[in-house]
């Protein structure tokens, strides 16, 4: 009975370490503006209606979707992409680069 709890907390303790390695790490990225008060954080992007996207960031060079249900979209602009779900803003994600 102990060996099966000791090889249980073994386990438990072995993946416990290895998603702390794994560890997600969260960075705020910078979208290019079009208007001239600076540059937008993804804090600031997040949540925004389409037509407002278009009007901080102009037209995209591409639209992708919808896709699924519910509907996911993207945006493609020259250095990242915007994923909608129907209208509104879910992330934005940098190109990789290469």
Do not use: N
Request: no cysteine.
């Amino acid at each position: 009975m102990f060996s099966r709890l000791r090889s249980g907390l073994t386990y438990l303790a072995g993946s416990m370490a290895i998603l702390l390695a794994l560890g997600a790490q969260a960075t705020t990225i910078e979208v290019p503006a079009s208007s001239p008060g600076g540059e937008l954080t993804i804090e600031e992007v997040r949540g925004l209606k389409k037509d407002d996207v278009t009007s901080r960031l102009g037209d995209p060079l591409g639209i992708h979707g919808p896709i699924g249900e519910p509907a996911i979209t993207r945006w493609e602009y020259s250095g990242f992409f915007v994923y909608f779900e129907q209208d509104t803003v879910l992330h934005t994600v940098k190109k990789p680069r290469g």
